[in-house]
């Protein structure tokens, strides 16, 4: 993974109580108890089951995916790039990373994520939305 996008999902992830790191099957996660918030990683063009042929991407691209509630991940999917659904559970939710990505939008939808993922005593210590 690039090191300033994996730099900048780790700052937004720091700053949730106890978020921590670690390395996925490929890419980076972040959970919260066991239970994942973010996982990022880079998806290879050549690949057989790649997204990338979804982006029009010649080359790897870089993803992120995360949990959103169920009527916002239909209304992020739908909007379409840089959303997508990366073909599993019903509120999650992917987004392309690139030299566009509105780094405010990420932080905030992680910090939703976590909202989601979290346990409610670990969730009343963020500042409200």
């Not at 080359?59 to 991940?73: D, K, L, M, N």
């Amino acid at each position: 993974m690039p090191p300033l996008i994996e730099d900048r999902l780790r700052a937004v992830c720091r700053r949730l109580p106890d978020a921590y790191e670690e390395p996925a099957w490929t890419g980076t996660r972040w959970r919260v108890r066991k239970r994942t918030i973010a996982h990022a990683c880079v998806v290879e063009a050549d690949h057989p089951n790649s997204l990338a042929s979804a982006f029009a991407a010649e080359g790897p691209v870089c993803v992120v995916t995360f949990r959103a509630p169920g009527g916002e991940a239909g209304g992020l999917i739908a909007s379409g790039l840089p959303f997508y659904w990366p073909g599993w559970g019903t509120n999650v939710v992917g987004m392309l990373l690139d030299d566009g990505t509105d780094w405010t939008e990420v932080a905030e939808l992680i910090t939703e994520s976590y909202r989601i993922q979290a346990p409610k005593m670990l969730v009343r210590l963020l500042p409200e939305p």
